[in-house]
C-alpha cells in the first residue's frame, strides 16, 4: 500500500537531492508522488546529502503543480528528478499578474 501524504508534509527524493513540502493537496492526500522515477518519501531530518548537479531539474523556491492545480508543493532543496504525479509532468507555477497601482 503507498503512503498518502497531505498538507504540510516534507517529502524528499530517493535518487536526488530534491525535497519538496505539500501545499495543496486533496483531502484524501496524494499517493503517486515521485521525483527522479522514484516514489517521494517522508524526509528525515537533516538536510539532503550531496548537491544539485548543475542544470537542476527541480528548482529552489519554485512551486509545482499538477494541470488542474490541485496538488501544489514548494521546492525547498533542488535536484535533478523530475517531479511527477501519476506519471504526469509538474510544472512550474506562474506568477499571478497584480494589477497596476497608477
Given amino acids: 500500500m503507498a503512503t498518502t501524504f497531505r498538507?504540510?508534509?516534507?517529502?524528499?527524493?530517493?535518487?536526488?537531492?530534491?525535497?519538496?513540502?505539500?501545499?495543496?493537496?486533496p483531502s484524501d492526500g496524494i499517493a503517486d508522488l515521485s521525483c527522479g522515477g522514484s516514489p517521494m518519501v517522508a524526509a528525515a531530518g537533516g538536510?539532503?546529502?550531496?548537491?544539485?548537479?548543475?542544470?537542476?531539474?527541480?528548482?529552489?523556491?519554485?512551486?509545482?503543480?499538477?494541470?488542474?492545480?490541485?496538488?501544489?508543493?514548494?521546492?525547498?532543496?533542488?535536484?535533478?528528478?523530475?517531479?511527477?504525479l501519476a506519471g504526469v509532468a509538474l510544472a512550474v507555477k506562474a506568477a499571478k499578474v497584480l494589477p497596476a497601482s497608477d
Fill in 7 to 25: 498538507t504540510g508534509d516534507q517529502l524528499a527524493s530517493t535518487v536526488c537531492t530534491t525535497r519538496v513540502i505539500v501545499v495543496r493537496a
Fill in 47 to 84: 538536510r539532503p546529502a550531496g548537491a544539485p548537479a548543475a542544470g537542476a531539474v527541480t528548482l529552489l523556491g519554485k512551486r509545482y503543480v499538477d494541470a488542474n492545480e490541485t496538488v501544489e508543493v514548494l521546492c525547498t532543496a533542488a535536484g535533478t528528478g523530475e517531479l511527477t
